[in-house]
């Protein structure tokens, strides 16, 4: 069993696994570490990866990408409408108002949810590790943005349940970039010291990620994170391409824009330029061939003229990076060092700005392209049983505030903060509530989330009823950021106090039923637990918000029944009922690809046989002697007909018709084969096949 980790990208995958050794980045089939996040369709089969975004430009209503964007969203989400307009591919609002993508697959249409496409990119990453390992994957720690909500990080976890991954965590891009720096910093000051902190900066292809961590031996905390969810080298691309549509519609009467398939060309295009113009600044030429009705056209461009047309996105980046100072409340001497990950952060101008506010160079101790997956692989064996890593303590932040409401008793107030954005995660907190009847609580995100609904999800508890003396009983409510970053009300319990604990088995101590993961269990008087074992105690305390009964009970051992209530949940993401069907319909396409390829490989066995045979048999070649004449005429004849139907009618047959024919064939061809191994395996063999030849 091996445990991995998946940077899951708005542009590209990296899968890294946890070995004894160390942390590996594992290579697709195309010998390239990255695999682009997109999936293609085709009247045979799916085509994933590096194969899909290949034929991209010649498949573009069938071949998806930018997903990760859609994921937990609605389709009148006005971001979403935004996206739409860049999507050459068929986007559409769903009964539910959630998204459906609509492509052409085996002849038919088809609908999936971004869920299900993220979930075929995932069955594609699981395939390459399961390549690449020669084990069964099933574990694995996935990589998220510290900007999803609630829907996002549930609709992340739907599409790894329906490709089969067991997701041990979802992880911040951010922290797992932070633990694969802490792991290998040697460096770092003991644990009773004044922590070190450091700045991470994550620009990628559609968003930009920055936190600030502070690191001791053996563990990290982040302090806090910014972002922008619409800031990325997506966004260069896309200037740079407006630039040139200007352009050629001033020099050439050319409009890219009208010409889905020129636009598209012309955005590869320009990203190369880009990625040019990061290593130098002279003025670097643009040519595309046959661009548009059949004409070429040809541009250039200088790194400052880059930076001219973009200077939209470097505000907003320079916004960004000022934005971490202000929230975990540093200033730029505080900081020890800024580490720079994702493709984006190559950009001269990036490197510049980060210079411009914190004082310090841009610093590239990290692998700037693996770092967040090798992070995950790295949580992914600390999580898992499998393999064992030095432990690294990580505790990390929730980045929104978040507000419980409920509907108010006896005087109480019907609302409150749960969570501070940037409180650590993840951690639970008991709420007491006085109750005499079933009642709901609801939460929901009161910061400025980058997500049009602030609803995270409500609670239904039950069997609530007044003592027999007609009181209100006592009720708690665990709410949690759970390990994945999901806000969630764990369980809910009803507090008896018991004057008799000699009658009753199920008498235990209040709290002492706690079941927190890794339980290092806040006492009794304190409400907030960090959920690792391995956390300092600065995250412990916070105990602000149990209002009602913490003094009264203080440490005085009151005996205590507690029964666990049934609590009816709504939230995002899907049932137990439509992760089955889709699950279901996920094999089924594996089982159409498996066949597919079967078919093909079928195919390419007869037609390499073919030549292989008739190669061997010419003028002057091993089996050319082996045979007689006649025999031989004849054989290469049988040989040029089955080249002529490969290409023809043979061209999609199934599998067996190819199998059939190459045994028909071997019938033929081994016979000989073997005339001339047992020819050559006779004494003084070698000595008369160099007379012959
Ligand atoms: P995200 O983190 O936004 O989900 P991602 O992880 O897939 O996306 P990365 O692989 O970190 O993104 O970065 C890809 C981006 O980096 C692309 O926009 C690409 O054009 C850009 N990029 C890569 N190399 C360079 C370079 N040398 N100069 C400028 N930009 C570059
Ligand atoms: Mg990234």
Partial sequence: MSVIG??????????????????????????????????????KNRILGVAAKNQMVTNMKNTVFGFKRLLGRKFSDPLVQKELKHFPFKVEPRADGGIGIRVNYLGEDNVFSPEQITAMLFTKLKDVATTALQTQINDCVISVPSYFTNAERNALLNAAAIAGLNVLRLFNETTATALTYGIYKQDLPAPEEKPRNVVFVDFGHSSLQVSA??????????????????????????????????????RYKLDPKKNQRAYQRLLQEVEKLKKQMSANSTRLPLNIECFMEERDV????????????????????????????????LRPEDISSVEI?????????????????????????????????????????????????????????QPYAVRLAWDAARGEDGDMEVFPAFHAAPFSKMLTFYRKEPF?????????????????????????????????QKVKLKVRVNIHGIITVASASLVEKKQDAAQNDNVEMENSNENVNNSQEAPMETNGSQEQPQNGPDNQEDNADDKKDKSKEKSKKV????????????THGYSQQELNSYMEQEGKMQ????????????????????????????????????????QRHKLVNQLDALEQWLYDEGEDQNRQVYSDKLT???????????????YELRPGALDDLSLAV
């Avoid at 028909?664 to 047992?678: A, D, F, S, V």
Wanted: charged share 25%; proline share 3%.
């Fill in 440 to 472: 709901t609580v609801s939460a929901y995100y009161s910061d400025q989330v980058p997500f049009p609904d602030t609803f995270i999800g409500q609670w239904h508890i039950k069997d609530v009823q007044p003592t027999a003396e007609g009181e209100s």
């Fill in 213 to 250: 961590c502070a690191f001791n031996k053996g563990k990290l905390r982040v302090l806090a994170t910014a972002s922008d969810s619409q800031c990325g080298g997506r966004d260069i691309d896309s200037a740079l391409a407006e630039y040139f549509c200007q352009d050629f519609i001033t």
């Fill in 559 to 570: 005996l205590v029944k507690t029964v666990e209530l049934p609590i009816e949940a709504r």
């Fill in 341 to 397: 990950v994702g493709g984006s952060t190559r950009i001269p101008a990036v490197k510049g700005l980060i210079e411009q506010v914190f004082g310090k160079h841009a610093s590239t101790t990290l692998n700037q392209d693996e770092s967040v997956s090798r992070g995950c692989a790295l949580q992914c064996a600390m999580l898992s049983p499998a393999v064992r890593v030095r432990e690294f303590s990580v505790t990390d932040v």
């Fill in 6 to 43: 998946i940077d899951f990208g708005n542009e590209s995958c990296y899968i890294a696994v946890a070995k004894a050794g160390g942390i590996e980045t594992i290579a697709n089939d195309y010998s390239l570490r990255g695999t682009p996040s997109c999936v293609a369709f085709s009247p």
């Fill in 298 to 329: 040809s541009g250039d461009m200088q790194r400052s003229q880059m930076e001219q047309i973009c200077a939209d996105t470097f505000t907003k980046v320079e916004r960004t990076l000022r934005a971490i100072l202000h929230n975990a409340k």
């Fill in 664 to 678: 028909e064939l071997r019938t033929e061809g081994e016979p000989i084969k073997q005339r001339r191994l047992e």
């Fill in 591 to 630: 089982a159409q690809d498996r066949q597919e390829k079967e078919r093909a490989d079928a195919r390419n066995a007869l037609e390499e046989y073919v030549y292989e045979l008739r190669g061997k048999l010419s003028e002057g070649e091993t089996l050319h002697d082996f045979v007689a004449e006649d």
